[in-house]
């Protein structure tokens, strides 16, 4: 059973647009959400996070919704450039120290000049 | 920001032989690290999480007499994979928590191709 879910495996935007990258999530417990993204052959580099105590979190050209009741968080890039193009993973997490993330399958997006 | 590294970046070897991956935390202190393993177009599986001192927790289907696990300080990790095999042949990844913190940061990554 899937907890974190990315339900658009690719993306294509423009140069300058908005990017929305959406994710869902099944288990009520989690209450830290993360954004990463992702090279081929490389580590997947943190973005920004979110606390379920807020429902919104901004840096720079990033911004994380987070909608609890539809248990659903999204990322907009704006506005978004080619380099921005790569694998984003969403994850989420709950309890104390220790306890690891559960990544979503990601999602590809290309941003195109 | 945050700043974990991982070394080797790349290593072939040959089966039988056994591979030993550090994980560093550069700029702040770890007591938590995660191991990863990604396989192609496929997403991050945790392999097991390594707390400082004490021993590693291993998910399901990870064999722990194979992935030795060693967290000897609050900055560094290390993932043994003993006896490797050409289906060991994987990217493995490490993550560290800050401790005053929850956000995750990973390392580059460490491509292993067991031959």
């Known amino acids: 059973d899937q907890q974190v879910k990315q339900n658009s495996p690719s993306l294509s935007v423009q140069e300058g647009r908005i990017s929305i990258l959406n994710c869902d999530y099944t288990n009520s417990m989690f209450d830290y959400f993360l954004w990463y993204k992702k090279y081929p052959a490389e580590g997947p580099t943190f973005l920004i996070s979110?606390?379920?105590?807020?429902d919104k979190n901004e840096d720079g050209r990033f911004t994380v919704f987070l909608n609890k009741s539809a248990k659903h968080l999204s990322l907009h890039i704006v506005p978004s450039q080619p380099g921005d193009s790569a694998v984003y993973f969403c994850a989420a997490t709950f309890g104390q120290a220790g306890t690891a993330l559960i990544f979503g399958k990601g999602t590809t997006l290309s941003v195109s000049s | 920001g945050a700043v974990v590294s991982q070394h080797p970046s790349w290593v072939i070897c040959k089966s039988g032989t056994s591979v030993k991956i550090e994980c560093r935390s550069l700029d702040f202190q770890a007591t938590t690290m995660f191991w990863y393993r990604q396989f192609p177009k496929q997403s991050l599986m945790l392999m097991a999480t390594s707390n400082e001192g004490s021993k590693a927790t291993y998910e399901q289907g990870v064999e722990k007499d194979k992935f030795l696990i060693n967290h000897a300080s609050l900055t560094l990790s290390t993932l043994t994979v003993t006896s490797a095999h050409p289906e060991d042949s994987s990217f493995y990844i490490c993550?560290?928590?800050?401790?005053?913190?929850?956000?995750?940061?990973f390392g580059p990554g460490t491509r292993l191709l067991v031959l």
């Open positions: 979110i606390s379920s105590i807020k």
């Open positions: 993550s560290a928590r800050d401790s005053g913190g929850r956000d995750q940061y």
